[in-house]
């Protein structure tokens, strides 16, 4: 079954530590995981993607992930977090669809809080 | 700023009232999803259409719940008839797909808010 989970529901780290956000998955065929964040009151908004090459991808906002095909797992990272980095962070994948194509599924969020 | 625009943004009404929920997608992009966010279930997919045409929609309570695509400008999202537990954020997202792969990122409006009473 195609999916992605996100472990943490919550991630408090201190304020110009580094943040880590985590995302495993599961799909059949080459993975193309996304990341987005939702601030409160918001729509999704896309940070990164990785669809092939390097396995570190650098995205929005100084955020990159790291894509590990060994681990089925593709982390959001942040080297210095920052208090507006605050927010709820979503990890996706396409995958196959019945009707042939593709359809994006989403994890089910991680609120990250960054403490000053 | 090209943007996916959802009205309303703020729906509130009675058990057994008729919804509709619109959406514009970005110019250009031939994708469009909806999705429905609570906090039991986080983000759901309900349905999505690609030129215009319906691929996926096994999401959705066919009961009472219909999303259809009149032209490229304009999505709806219908439900009829409304009830509490359909209370929730509701989410349009565009995107473009060339069908051979291309797996472009989705943009998402700012959701519609309805609560059913």
């Known amino acids: 079954a195609q999916s992605v989970a996100q472990p943490e529901d919550q991630v408090n780290v201190a304020e110009g530590n580094p943040l880590t956000v985590k995302c495993t998955y599961s799909v059949s065929g080459n993975p193309y995981l996304f990341w987005y964040v939702q601030y409160p009151n918001r729509g999704l908004q896309f940070l990164l993607k990785y669809i092939t090459g390097d396995n570190l991808v650098k995205g929005s906002y100084g955020f990159e992930a790291e894509f590990n095909k060994s681990q089925t797992s593709f982390h959001l990272k942040k080297p210095s977090a920052l208090v507006s980095d605050s927010a709820l962070y979503f990890c996706a994948v396409r995958a196959p669809s019945t009707s042939g194509t593709y359809k994006y599924i989403f994890g089910t969020g991680t609120r990250l809080k960054v403490l000053a | 700023d090209a943007r996916v625009t959802q009205t309303p943004r703020h729906k509130v009404t009675e058990m057994g009232q008729e919804v509709t929920m619109r959406c514009q997608p970005i110019l250009g992009h031939n994708t469009v999803f909806w999705y429905r966010q609570t906090m039991m279930q986080g983000l759901e997919l309900l349905a999505y259409f690609r030129n215009r045409a319906p691929l996926d929609d096994s999401g959705m309570p066919k009961d009472r719940f219909s999303a259809e695509m009149p032209d490229a400008t304009l999505a709806t999202l219908k439900i009829q008839p409304s009830e509490p537990r359909d209370s929730a954020v509701y989410f349009c997202?565009?995107?473009?797909?060339?069908?051979?792969?291309?797996?472009?990122?989705?943009?998402f409006g700012e959701g519609s808010r309805l609560t059913v009473l």
């Open positions: 997202a565009s995107g473009y797909s060339s069908g051979t792969g291309n797996a472009g990122e989705l943009f």
